[in-house]
């Protein structure tokens, strides 16, 4: 099955700053690759994904990097803000529905 | 599209009680998913459904965990003699299989605590 590995488990930027995130992913046949925000009592919330045909998706200051050779992609905060801080979750999918397997989660603290 | 509703958003009940939670899906998404979720961990899949057909099962779901899709539409997970070890967020999720790929929204979760 899938297994994927997120890094840092914890990250604190000034509010502004810039924040990246890592995951890397071992079934080179996952093609789909999303990334959740959670806050404190509630549902992950999908805030961007990335499919296997792109390297690169953006979408304001949100942006997702895949590389499909190396099997990992990033997640990159620009412009952070206090709203930005959340625990941040990283999955791909496997199984025969493609259910998500999901990172461990990084608590990303913006402040201000 | 109101999202994936699911309900009680909160549970508290005595180990050995059995306990149901419900689970809306977005409308017309004809898969629907449970996942666990313990503080500090990200969310573990528990079983699927693919219209009122449940097709896979995790090593996780013991013999006193069932769920039900009977219609294709909402789903129950049903909890029988609840143990501590069962406190956690039962998250529901669905999606819909298509071209595009499998997009899958989650509901905002139902939090159990065993005592």
């Known amino acids: 099955g899938e297994n994927v590995e997120q890094h840092p488990s914890t990250l604190s930027v000034q509010e502004g700053d810039s924040a990246v995130i890592k995951c890397t992913y071992s079934?080179?046949?996952?093609?789909?690759f999303p990334w959740y925000k959670q806050e404190l009592g509630k549902g992950p919330q999908l805030i961007i994904d990335?499919?296997?045909?792109?390297g690169e998706k953006k979408d304001q200051r949100i942006a997702v990097t895949l590389n499909k050779t190396a099997k990992h992609f990033s997640l990159h905060i620009t412009e952070t803000q206090p709203e930005d801080s959340a625990v941040y979750f990283c999955?791909?999918?496997?199984?025969?529905?493609?259910?998500?397997?999901f990172g461990s989660g990084t608590q990303l603290t913006v402040l201000p | 599209d109101t999202g994936v509703s699911q309900n009680p958003r909160h549970k508290i009940t005595k180990r050995g009680q059995n306990v149901t939670f419900r689970c809306d899906p977005i409308?017309?998404?004809?898969?629907l998913y449970w996942y666990r979720q313990t503080l500090g961990q990200g969310p573990e899949f528990l079983t699927y459904?693919?219209?009122?057909?449940?097709?896979?099962k995790s090593r996780l779901l013991s013999d006193r965990f069932s769920a039900e899709r009977p219609k294709g539409s909402f789903s129950t997970l049903e909890i029988q003699r609840t143990e501590q070890g069962d406190s956690a967020m039962y998250l529901c999720?669905?999606?819909?299989?298509?071209?595009?790929?499998?997009?899958?929204?989650f509901g905002e979760g139902s939090w159990l605590t065993v005592v």
């Open positions: 999720a669905s999606s819909s299989v298509s071209g595009a790929g499998n997009t899958i929204y």
């Open positions: 079934d080179s046949a996952s093609n789909y």
């Open positions: 990335i499919r296997s045909n792109v």
């Open positions: 999955a791909a999918p496997s199984g025969s529905a493609r259910q998500l397997t």
């Open positions: 409308s017309e998404h004809n898969r």
């Open positions: 459904f693919q219209n009122e057909a449940q097709l896979e």
